[in-house]
């Protein structure tokens, strides 16, 4: 039974560039969450996707969007790139029925912005 | 102020010994959940236990125990028996469950505690 799957693992990018990073739930899962997670610091939350629309976001700004696919699987855009969005960004899948409390992680995308 | 506090950046603790990992938390809700996570070098965060501040008993999961003392807000982790592949980054983090409407299914994360077992 595949885990969440996160591509790519590791991406260099420069700033004021775009990125897109994937993410494939657990199977059976319908819920995806994204989180950033700083150098030395616990992960935030960025944004929650089911039934293909953001159901609730944390404290970021409209430079993060994502979207959700009919098959579940899940997309975190990042525009105009700064050096601060340098971080591993996971991906948490989900049932609704069972919340933050059934969370599968990813291994995460390692970001650089360089 | 910080939801969750984890005072220990780092640990050293002898093989086999017990190990207890602090964390305390600030919120009005009355109703919320606590959580700890294992985070080894892989990345991914693996999900060790949970107390919900209603539950009257301390959570247990194998060799992982929850010290919840809701009158301190405090909710730390205790291994038994430390293992090497104990090893790695541990979050407390917390959901509040009735100022996000119930709906709301974002963690708030500590900023972790480095464990490293010595053989």
């Known amino acids: 039974d595949a885990g969440v799957t996160q591509s790519p693992t590791h991406l260099i990018k420069t700033r004021g560039q775009q990125v897109t990073l994937r993410c494939s739930p657990k199977s059976g899962h319908d819920t995806v969450s994204w989180y950033q997670q700083a150098l030395g610091q616990g992960p935030q939350f960025i944004f929650q996707?089911?039934?293909?629309?953001?159901?609730q976001r944390g404290n970021f700004p409209d430079r993060f969007s994502g979207h959700q696919f009919p098959n579940y699987s899940s997309e975190l855009n990042v525009n105009a790139l700064l050096l601060g969005d340098s971080a591993l960004y996971l991906c948490a899948s989900s049932l609704v029925q069972d919340g933050v409390y059934g969370y599968t992680f990813g291994s995460g995308t390692r970001l650089t912005v360089v | 102020a910080q939801k969750i506090t984890q005072t220990q950046p780092g640990m050293f603790v002898q093989e086999k010994e017990a190990v207890t990992l602090d964390c305390t938390y600030d919120t009005s809700d009355p109703s919320y959940g606590l959580f700890w996570y294992k985070q080894p070098s892989s990345g991914e965060m693996i999900f060790l236990i949970y107390q919900g501040s209603y539950d009257q008993q301390n959570a247990t999961e194998g060799r992982y125990s929850l010290n919840f003392q809701k009158a301190r807000k405090s909710a730390n982790l205790v291994i038994s028996a430390s293992q090497l592949g104990d090893s790695a980054m541990y979050f407390c983090?917390?959901?509040?469950?009735?100022?996000?409407?119930?709906?709301?299914?974002?963690?708030?994360f500590g900023k972790g505690t480095h464990l490293i077992i010595q053989p």
């Open positions: 983090a917390m959901r509040e469950l009735m100022y996000s409407g119930g709906g709301a299914d974002g963690l708030t």
């Open positions: 996707y089911y039934e293909e629309e953001e159901r």
